[in-house]
Nanobody
Framework: QEQLAESGGGSVQAGGSLRLSCVSSGYAMGPYCMAWVRQAPGKEREGVASINFYGGTRYSDSVKGRFTISRENVESTLYLQMNSLKPEDTAMYFC????????????????WGQGTQVTVSS
């Protein structure tokens, strides 16, 4: 069974940092475009960052310069380093899979993990 499992969420004060991880099971993450998306209470799910097979990245304007997406294909692990966190970053963060060899999956994915909660207090 193909699954994604996130970890690393938690509660932090504004200005702090967290590192999210996502591990795939049942399939090799390497060939796939991967993304992080988030959903805050009462809001729609939104793209945060994506990284394609070729290493190309894309970020939302709200996190650009503060968050960094990376991947370790041998270990089938996706990361999101989040620095200078703000209260508006509070949300459930989901790891998501796009198309194999896809060049962009920022807006479109077909598999998601269960999510990990990030709470930033002011």
């Amino acid at each position: 069974q193909e699954q994604l499992a996130e970890s690393g969420g938690g509660s932090v004060q504004a200005g702090g940092s967290l590192r999210l991880s996502c591990v795939s099971s049942g399939y090799a993450m390497g060939p796939y475009c991967m993304a992080w998306v988030r959903q805050a209470p009462g809001k729609e799910r939104e793209g945060v960052a994506s990284i394609n097979f070729y290493g190309g990245t894309r970020y939302s304007d709200s996190v650009k310069g503060r968050f960094t997406i990376s991947r370790e294909n041998v270990e089938s692990t996706l990361y999101l380093q989040m620095n200078s966190l703000k209260p508006e970053d509070t949300a459930m963060y989901f790891c998501a899979r796009g198309r194999a060899l896809g060049t962009d999956c920022f807006d479109v994915q077909d598999k998601w993990g269960q999510g990990t909660q990030v709470t930033v207090s002011s």
